[in-house]
């Protein structure tokens, strides 16, 4: 009986799939655990070996709670919207619907052949417009909400509008818009339903406002910040300014505290949660005032008196403010830069415009900036302070202006050197005192209690009452998490169900949900600059029918324009987790009952890279949920763990500059040579290249001319990340092909911890293969199957019992690799023990079936069960089994050691000593003699001195 783990593979994936043999019940007395990977975006080029690397842990945990008595969801689907299937579209000119359509069929392949226990009957896919509905449904809820500070979570639009009419809103405590001005009931009552609709956008959770977005022209959309890399976008290289534009927001920072204190109840890792505090970047200060002082522009403009407000978290240090930098955007700019400064500062603004926040944030060695030509008010000494713009200040940060203090800051110190600003020295001993802040020419003011390491809290406290008592300065908590731009100029997104009424946005009822992605010829921005959807000859909502017609029938009173925009990809990832708990429910996106069962991730399996994009967007989704009642817990995931990468090893030609010449590259000399990537396979593992393959891979090298050292050409190597771009993926076809998805998917747990980064070596799988294959040869041979009903020996309880006991200390602490290493131990040590009890060879395989369930399943049916192996309850360890009875004991003559003796573990030191004087061995090593002493160190050694 031959290990054939080709047939293996496909007889029992077939049989998982007919017989839905992980499909979870929402009703189960088992325990429930809910075991989910981040899902994929299904990319033209399908999983290469390193993306399973996730999903091989997560399936490895999830088969093993099934086997320890658990009702276990282990779901799987596709994060199908995205840029790269729309750019692909634009390219060709096929719909992306048929391009998704195609990629989530290899992927499905792919991910069936490693043998993934995935329920895929809860399958979900971002782009089916049945899965949008509810996206669509969050929004609107979103839409009709507000944060209600008192209450400390989201309520119904509907109460506060009930505030307005019966009380106006002065005593709202809200997070909302901060240029919201105050109107009693009255006036409230009196507005146009257009200037109440305006009202309240300053309020609900999801809003219109004008904001400061990353533009790509070449893409014609919108890039988030972790869509940009280096200042162009990650998707083509294309070139990022910054403008602004009218975008839907979600108010993210809202929720910037909850968030903050969400992660001391979650089980993720340290790192993880500290990226998410920096990002949310929480700072307690004061809100400072600084009045401008009136010039041409000032006087001219439409601010009356205008201010500059300011957050710093030292307000003890407002003496030491020698100038005041803006950012670039800063909508005050323009309105107070002087006639002779207009031209420079317009220039800086325009370059500004051309770097991502990302890269200003980084770059801590440019020092730029222009001078307005304005002048800010002291709020003490009333000296005037110049006002500068420099894009190390970020208009969404704060309040988008910074009151600069040279002596105590290092970036505004640098700024002030270089444009020759003056620099106050507040630190030179003297203290802030009540003297100090009526004296108003007194500009040379310190903190002894700074200087002197005490408590600068004091002094802060004493800055901000001060401030206060002006009227130009209050306390304040600061967070550096902004909302959330979520409109995308996109056509291969989640269409909103919003319509516009005089220029005011109104939700589409859930009812008439979902509004589908309607039919257009050209997949890029109209000629006028308007989204792809703009290009859709039937968009627009006909408020009688309740459906989308044609554009032609747009009245303005009973037919209304569409939202041109559609959502970013984050959407749909910010919820899926819930519909998984109830995929097919067209009534809710989960019913109660399901929600309720199943409640959260209980493991969590995805990449670091999503800490502060998708997992902070779902966390606040989830929370805002749950507020509304909709969910019954805060937080979506217990516990998070991120897989590590696994590295490709690229190959490398090395062509002479300006020439079409390749050098060996053991002949590189003094050459300047321009490294190129080569494709891997056309490299052998001695690091010889097919020049030939490599010729005619790319119409540029077929002419070129090779080098070569001893009659090849070698490439050189390195180990990176595994990338298309890179021509250095592995293909997990191919490994499935030649070793079989158990040699897979036991390799790339053997690699290494589940977090690290570790690089792949296809000649290192033959290593597990030949494991696999000794297992079998454990079972059968030529003649089939040697277990038999032997009663099993004390050493084969032995090396099971400690097999059971690691391998669960290994999969609980999630330590997959050292698992692989016991189960090559133990195969050796049964081999060698010529095991063929069926007591000990039955649960081996309930040990292996979660890493290698192909091979598992076909020994386990072989052994005459009938059942699959997956449900069979994890083995029981037994300590007895391990506890030694007897002690081998070395025999030495004047402390050298001259044979061994097997004495029971119980047995006193004087029977100890009797036994082994009388020993045969023992009178022909004495020859006669009297030994002087005889030294007995129980369970240790026995030393005869003579």
Not at 347 to 359: G, L, N, P, Q, W
Not at 747 to 771: D, S
């Amino acid at each position: 009986m031959k290990y054939n783990f080709n047939d293996i593979d496909a007889k029992w994936q077939k049989y998982w799939a007919e017989n839905q043999t992980f499909k979870a019940e929402n009703n189960s007395d088992k325990p429930k655990y809910y075991v989910l990977d981040m899902f994929p975006y299904p990319s033209g080029a399908g999983l290469h070996v390193g993306h399973p690397l996730g999903y091989i842990a997560s399936d490895i945990y999830a088969r093993y709670k099934r086997h320890q008595g658990f009702n276990v969801l282990h779901p799987q689907g596709y994060d199908s919207f995205g840029l790269p299937a729309e750019q692909y579209a634009i390219q060709t000119g096929q719909h992306p619907a048929l391009t998704t359509e195609a990629n989530i069929k290899t992927y499905r392949r792919q991910l069936d052949q490693i043998g993934f226990s995935f329920d895929w009957s809860r399958e979900v896919r971002t782009s089916n417009p049945e899965y949008y509905k509810w996206t669509q449904w969050i929004f609107i809820q979103l839409f009709n909400s507000w944060y209600n500070v008192d209450a400390n979570k989201a309520e119904d639009i509907s109460e506060l509008i009930k505030v307005f009419e019966n009380e106006g809103n002065a005593n709202v405590n809200a997070v909302a818009d901060e240029d919201i001005t105050v109107f009693s009931a009255e006036d409230w009552n009196a507005f146009s339903s257009k200037k109440q609709q305006e009202i309240l956008l300053g309020y609900r959770l999801t809003y219109l406002a004008e904001t400061e977005v990353n533009w790509c022209p070449a893409l014609g959309t919108v890039l988030a910040n972790d869509e940009i890399v280096n200042g162009v976008s990650e998707r083509g290289g294309h070139p990022v300014v910054r403008k602004k534009m009218t975008q839907w927001s979600m108010r993210i920072s809202a929720y910037a505290e909850r968030l903050l204190q969400g992660l001391e109840t979650i089980d993720w890792t340290d790192s993880l949660k500290e990226s998410q505090r920096n990002w949310i970047g929480k700072s307690v200060g004061a809100s400072v005032t600084f009045n401008v002082i009136p010039n041409d522009a000032v006087t001219s403009s439409a601010v009356e008196k205008p201010q500059i407000e300011v957050f710093t978290t030292r307000p003890d240090t407002i003496f030491g403010v020698s100038f005041m930098t803006l950012a670039p955007e800063h909508d005050l700019v323009l309105q107070i830069t002087t006639p002779e400064q207009k031209a420079e500062v317009e220039a800086y603004i325009e370059a500004t415009a051309k770097r991502s926040e990302r890269e200003r944030m980084a770059d801590v060695k440019t020092i730029s900036g222009a001078f307005t030509g304005a002048y800010a008010e002291h709020p003490f000494t009333k000296a005037p302070i110049p006002i500068w713009i420099g894009d190390y200040v970020l208009a969404g940060y704060g309040t988008g202006a910074v009151m600069a203090v040279p002596c105590g800051d290092q970036r505004d110190y640098d700024f002030a050197k270089h444009f020759n600003i003056d620099i106050i020295n507040i630190f030179d001993g003297v203290d802030i005192s009540e003297e100090a802040y009526a004296s108003k020419d007194n500009v040379k003011i310190a903190n002894s209690d700074f200087l002197n390491g005490m408590n600068y809290k004091k002094a802060t406290k004493r800055a901000i009452y001060e401030l206060e008592q002006i009227g130009h300065g209050q306390g304040k908590t600061n967070y550096r998490l902004r909302d959330a731009v979520f409109s995308r100029q996109r056509y291969w997104g989640e269409p909103f169900p919003v319509y516009y009424l005089d220029g005011m946005p109104q939700m589409i009822d859930a009812k008439h949900l979902p509004i589908q992605l309607p039919e257009v010829e050209k997949y890029l921005p109209t000629e006028t600059g308007e989204p792809p959807l703009g290009n859709a000859n039937v968009w627009a909502w006909c408020t009688e029918t309740n459906s989308v017609v044609e554009n032609s029938k747009i009245n303005n009173t009973t037919v209304f324009p569409l939202e041109l925009n559609t959502m970013p990809g984050w959407a749909g990832s910010s919820w899926y987790f819930n519909r998984y708990m109830d995929a097919g429910n067209t009534e809710a996106f989960a019913s109660k009952d399901a929600l309720n069962y199943w409640k959260e991730v209980d493991l969590y399996i995805g990449g670091s890279e999503h800490a502060t994009g998708h997992l902070l967007y779902a966390r606040f989704w989830q929370k805002f949920l749950f507020d509304k009642g909709f969910v019954p817990v805060p937080e979506f995931a217990k516990k998070l763990i991120n897989q590590g990468m696994i590295l490709g090893t690229s190959a490398f030609v090395y062509r002479v500059e300006g020439e079409n010449k390749f050098i060996s590259k053991g002949l590189i000399k003094d050459e300047k040579v321009q490294q190129i990537h080569a494709d891997v396979s056309f490299v052998n593992a001695s690091d010889e290249l097919d020049v030939e393959a490599f010729k005619n891979w790319r119409s540029e090298f077929k002419d070129a001319e090779f080098i070569l050292e001893d009659g090849v050409y070698k490439v050189g190597r390195d180990v990176e990340k595994m990338s298309k771009s890179k021509y250095n993926v592995v293909n997990p076809d191919d490994i499935v092909a030649d070793y079989g998805a158990d040699s897979l998917r036991l390799y790339e747990m053997f690699l290494g911890p589940l977090e690290q980064y570790k690089p792949w070596n296809t000649a290192g799988i033959t290593g597990v293969h030949n494991f696999l294959k000794k297992l079998w040869k454990l079972y059968a041979d030529d003649n089939g199957l040697k277990v038999t009903d032997a009663e099993p020996t004390k050493d084969n309880l032995k090396t099971l019992h400690k097999t059971i006991k690691k391998v669960q200390e290994d999969i609980e602490n999630f330590s997959f690799n050292t698992s692989v290493s016991t189960f090559m131990i133990a195969v050796n040590e049964l081999t060698q023990q010529k095991c063929t009890s069926k007591a000990i060879l039955e649960p081996l395989l309930v040990l292996i079936s979660p890493y290698a369930p192909h091979i598992a399943e076909e020994l386990w049916s072989q052994l005459g069960n009938s059942e699959s192996i997956s449900t069979v309850l994890f083995p029981v360890f037994d300590e007895s089994h391990l506890v030694e009875s007897s002690k081998n004991y070395p025999i030495s003559f004047n402390g050298k050691m001259r044979f061994t003796l097997e004495l029971p573990m119980d047995m006193s030191k004087d029977d100890i000593e009797k036994t082994v004087m009388a020993h045969e061995k023992t009178q022909e090593q004495l020859a006669g003699r009297t030994p002087k002493k005889v030294i007995v160190v129980p369970g240790k050694i026995v030393n005869i001195v003579g």
